[in-house]
């Protein structure tokens, strides 16, 4: 609800040029608080807060935001993929896998999903042995739509527990 009330510190404009924000470094800190809440274990406060997220990128474009994609994007995407990839509340994978590909395919450039892909090779880096990662990233593709993305994510996500369960 904090976030919520906060996201009007941005100016409506949705060019990235006439973008304003105000108060940054309180708007920064507010969703630095509102992502460690995603690294609780409390399974309604991360479903709720995922939601809430997905909410103000759909009432306020907050993905596109230039200060939300210079501060914060990188870490939410690691954040989503950690309880994605962990395993620990299946029962909300299918809202991870939604605000994930809002966030991958949020970028304006032309290769809006190189972002996602770069994020998302920089997690795997940091969580799987590199013998392996050759393998996995030539699977990573970049989103085109939702329903292809999930899969793709879905099998990405398959793998890294088979080679994780193997122990390779």
């Known amino acids: ?23 940054q470094e309180s708007f920064i800190a507010i969703l630095q608080v509102f992502g460690s809440s995603l ?6 406060v991360i479903k709720q807060n995922v939601i809430a997220l997905t909410d103000l990128n759909d009432k306020h474009e907050l993905f596109t935001k230039q200060t939300f994609i210079g501060h914060l994007k ?11 990839f962990s395993g620990s509340m299946p029962i909300i994978d299918e809202e991870l896998e939604d605000t994930l590909y809002q ?10 999903g190189a972002f996602y892909v770069n994020s998302l090779t920089k997690y795997l880096a940091s969580t799987l042995p590199p013998n392996i990662l050759p393998n996995l990233l030539a699977k990573v593709e970049v989103p085109s739509n939702a329903a292809s993305f999930k899969i ?8 890294v527990k088979f080679y994780v369960n193997c122990g390779v």
């Open 1 to 23: 609800a904090v976030v919520s009330t906060q996201s009007g510190h941005y100016g409506r404009g949705n060019a990235p040029d006439r973008e304003h924000c105000l108060n």
């Open 103 to 112: 966030l991958a395919s949020s970028h304006l450039e032309p290769n809006r």
């Open 74 to 84: 990188g870490n939410f995407i690691a954040v989503l993929l950690n309880l994605l």
């Open 39 to 44: 690294l609780k274990s409390d399974f309604n």
């Open 152 to 159: 793709n994510l879905k099998c990405l996500v398959n793998e």
